[in-house]
């Protein structure tokens, strides 16, 4: 029963380097969602996606890439990673809108470091 | 805009001892409010919930009451354990948008 998947779970970039973030869920849910959470500012959402083939833009974007090319897999991309993108990544999914049952099902986090 | 402001940690605690997480919230409308229980190496998951002014979410010993006189949805718990060591977020949903406004986390360690 794996729920949701984070690879990888831990990684060092150079400023400059692109990487892919890949988040996997097991419970076809529709919604799934990526977060970043920064030492005294909460989790933030980046992009999130209402379905396959669709994405949208949270509260901080800049500097994303996202994909659903597939139901169960929500990709976030950096292109050219800078410092300022260290943090831990979560990533999220739920079946319904949050707003139906407030409930989000979480990985374990992936953290980046940016040198 | 909407935001949720919870107390700063860390908060370290003897077992049995009184538990108490402030929460207070600002929004337009009439938001939800929830509390995430993030234990360690794992995920957040749901801890409770509350979707409208007075309802009180209530899971694993737990509860916390929306309160809209004073906008604020304050987590307790009456008698803590060692296991119950984590850090608890206080979360809002608010209008129709597919997103949640998390606070900064409060971290919870029990001691025996």
């Given at each position: 029963?794996?729920?949701?998947?984070?690879?990888?779970?831990?990684?060092?970039?150079?400023?400059?380097?692109?990487?892919?973030?890949?988040?996997?869920?097991?419970?076809?849910?529709?919604?799934?969602?990526?977060?970043?959470?920064?030492?005294?500012?909460?989790?933030?959402?980046?992009?999130?996606?209402?379905?396959?083939?669709?994405?949208?833009?949270?509260?901080?974007?800049?500097?994303?890439?996202?994909?659903?090319?597939?139901?169960?897999?929500?990709?976030?991309?950096?292109?050219?990673?800078?410092?300022?993108?260290?943090?831990v990544?979560f990533?999220?999914?739920?079946?319904?809108?949050?707003?139906?049952?407030?409930?989000?099902?979480?990985g374990e986090g992936s953290?980046?470091?940016?040198? | 805009?909407?935001?949720?402001?919870?107390?700063?940690?860390?908060?370290?605690?003897?077992?049995?001892?009184?538990?108490?997480?402030?929460?207070?919230?600002?929004?337009?409308?009439?938001?939800?409010?929830?509390?995430?229980?993030?234990?360690?190496?794992?995920?957040?998951?749901?801890?409770?919930?509350?979707?409208?002014?007075?309802?009180?979410?209530?899971?694993?010993?737990?509860?916390?009451?929306?309160?809209?006189?004073?906008?604020?949805?304050?987590?307790?718990?009456?008698?803590?354990?060692?296991?119950?060591?984590?850090?608890?977020?206080?979360?809002?949903?608010?209008?129709?948008?597919?997103?949640?406004?998390?606070?900064?986390?409060?971290?919870?360690?029990?001691?025996?």
């Open positions: 029963n794996a729920g949701v998947t984070q690879t990888p779970k831990f990684r060092v970039l150079k400023t400059g380097q692109s990487m892919t973030l890949l988040c996997a869920q097991d419970m076809n849910h529709e919604y799934m969602y990526w977060y970043r959470q920064d030492p005294g500012m909460g989790l933030r959402l980046i992009h999130y996606s209402v379905g396959e083939g669709t994405t949208a833009k949270g509260e901080v974007p800049d500097g994303y890439n996202v994909s659903r090319l597939k139901k169960q897999n929500f990709l976030l991309g950096l292109e050219s990673a800078a410092p300022s993108q260290t943090s990544y990533c999220a999914s739920s079946y319904l809108p949050w707003y139906d049952t407030g409930e989000l099902f979480f953290r980046l470091t940016v040198l | 805009g909407d935001s949720v402001t919870q107390m700063e940690g860390p908060v370290t605690l003897s077992e049995e001892a009184f538990l108490t997480i402030n929460c207070t919230y600002t929004a337009t409308g009439y938001p939800s409010l929830f509390w995430y229980v993030q234990y360690p190496g794992e995920g957040l998951q749901l801890l409770l919930k509350a979707t409208k002014a007075d309802d009180k979410g209530s899971n694993k010993g737990f509860e916390a009451t929306y309160r809209k006189e004073t906008t604020s949805f304050h987590l307790e718990k009456g008698s803590v354990q060692v296991s119950d060591s984590a850090v608890y977020f206080c979360a809002l949903g608010a209008g129709t948008g597919n997103q949640f406004y998390f606070g900064t986390g409060t971290s919870l360690t029990v001691i025996p």
